[in-house]
């Protein structure tokens, strides 16, 4: 068997998508595809090793020098396998500071992990939720509904402009405070007729960042 019947076969035994061998190796889908297909057949050293890693083997196996033996190569104790992916709509660019207009952007898909109840994600511009280790170009994964509980992140509309905050109710009042997780920013408050700017369009369930050094 070629090097590509090799890895597709073990992906396979597997039970392992293109998309979570792709993202264990450090390449895109389209080239884990080209590799299996034999489009690029000469695959890089460093790569096969990697190859042989993610689908728990050896290079040798990879190559055709071998047959698999069966047994898998152990993981750490402390790393979780890859979870399968489902791409959800990014409907554009969220302020983490001043609100900024909301531009849907509906031709954008983000990969969000299975489990993750979400219905669309959003792209975080600013500093003002860095204590809630949300950063600049992070992707949020928000669950729509028009309300949150106190204290949860939400994303909201402020007229048409669009901000990531935490969210609180006055008890016995109609007032509502929209809360930085950084000290730096002042809280946003509003009760009565200016409760008619704001809309909530969901509760921030997760996020996607980068190491940061």
Not at 131 to 137: K, V
Not at 196 to 208: E, K, N, P, S, Y
């Amino acid at each position: 068997m070629s090097i590509g019947e090799n890895i597709r076969r073990r992906r396979k035994e597997l039970d392992m998508t293109l998309e979570e061998v792709a993202a264990l190796v450090g390449i895109s889908r389209q080239t884990m595809s080209r590799y299996e297909t034999g489009i690029i057949g000469n695959i890089p050293s460093d790569k096969i090793e990697s190859l042989a890693k993610a689908l728990r083997t050896t290079p040798a196996y990879i190559m055709g020098w071998e047959e698999h033996t069966g047994k898998q190569i152990p993981s750490a104790a402390n790393i979780l396998p890859m979870p399968r992916f489902v791409k959800k709509p990014r409907l554009g660019t969220i302020a983490c500071g001043r609100p900024i207009l909301a531009v849907e952007e509906v031709d954008e898909f983000d990969d969000v992990p299975e489990g993750v109840d979400c219905d669309f994600t959003l792209k975080c511009k600013g500093d003002s939720m860095i204590n809630a280790r949300i950063f600049d170009g992070d992707i949020v994964y928000v669950k729509e509904q028009p309300e949150v509980e106190n204290g949860q992140i939400a994303a909201v509309i402020i007229d048409d402009e669009a901000t990531l905050k935490k969210v609180y109710y006055t008890p016995g009042s109609d007032r509502i405070t929209l809360r930085a997780c950084n000290p730096l920013y002042a809280d946003m408050v509003y009760e009565g007729e200016t409760l008619d700017q704001i809309r909530i369009l969901g509760r921030a369930v997760a996020f996607t960042s980068t190491i940061r050094e």
